[in-house]
């Protein structure tokens, strides 16, 4: 009995010296450093990667905007200007025109968002071979927007392009010039960019119309609601959510919207669809003027920040969680 006695001190003696040892290791500054070593190898290239790509251009973006920097020459020409860079944009009629013009390509988000949101619903309900159809809209989204600009060059085009002989076709005699012409060239961007963008919110919205429990549509059926009560009561506030992500983004991207105004009209006719990321690229790799052009990057910065800030303001009285 003894013997047994001993023996079951021991165990309890060596248990809580090996438990204190484990202590003392989880409190020294290295312990676990292997598996430490190990996350950050691996988040290693995503972060080197992300540091030199995005996060020093940025620092560096935000520097070069208060000093008159040429972009063939090095930093130690840089000469600090303060804010004359932003007081020249001030009163830049170019870099005004294209802000009007970008405030103008957000109207075609909520018009790209009500037809997707209309497609997605008819897709959901009355449509077999859904994932056919997601397809052929998802398509132009997928697509090289050199291609797409391509592509709509030739079916814009003033006098030989399809949509215009058809117009001729059929007694129009003076149609319009479209991509050629002052007054049809910033529309014809926005028919593009709806037509590219409904794929993308498509997906998104029916998404979200499959989370919609389909007791809620019978209940509004018992109640004798038709489908366009349906739509308003039930459809609408239960999709403002991805509404609210699908128009926070889309506004976002409507201020990035450059290669396919480079490539469909180099911000032209007469500077008809130029935007402020178009007159940038044109200051800082036409013009050299690399100091003036991080300016307008850091305005552009401020101004996305501002009307994010608002829209995340303003969805508390339309979004339902």
Known sequence: MKSEIKLES???????KVRKRAKKGKNTPFSGWKENLSGYVFIAPMFIGTSILVLFPILSSFVLSFTDWNFVAGYENANFVGFE????????????KGLIHNIILILAIPITLILSLGLAVIINKYVYLKDLFKVIYFMPFISSVVAVAVVFQVLFHPTKGPINQFL???????P?????DVTYALPSVMLIMIWTGIGFNL???????????KELYEAAQMDGANALSQFKKIIIPLVSPTTFLLFVT????????FDLIIVLTNGGPANSTITPVVYLYQQAFLELKT????AISLVMFIIILIITYIQFIGQKKWVNY
């Open 168 to 174: 001729q076709a059929i007694g129009i005699e003076n």
């Open 203 to 213: 997906i998104i919205y029916l998404a979200g119309l499959q989370n919609i429990p």
């Open 291 to 294: 100091g003036y052009a991080s």
């Open 176 to 180: 319009p010039g479209w991509i050629a």
């Open 10 to 16: 021991d165990l309890v003696q060596t248990k809580n």
């Open 85 to 96: 860079n932003f007081s020249k944009l001030a009163n830049d009629p170019l870099f005004i």
């Open 250 to 257: 889309g506004v976002i991207s409507s201020f990035k919207v």
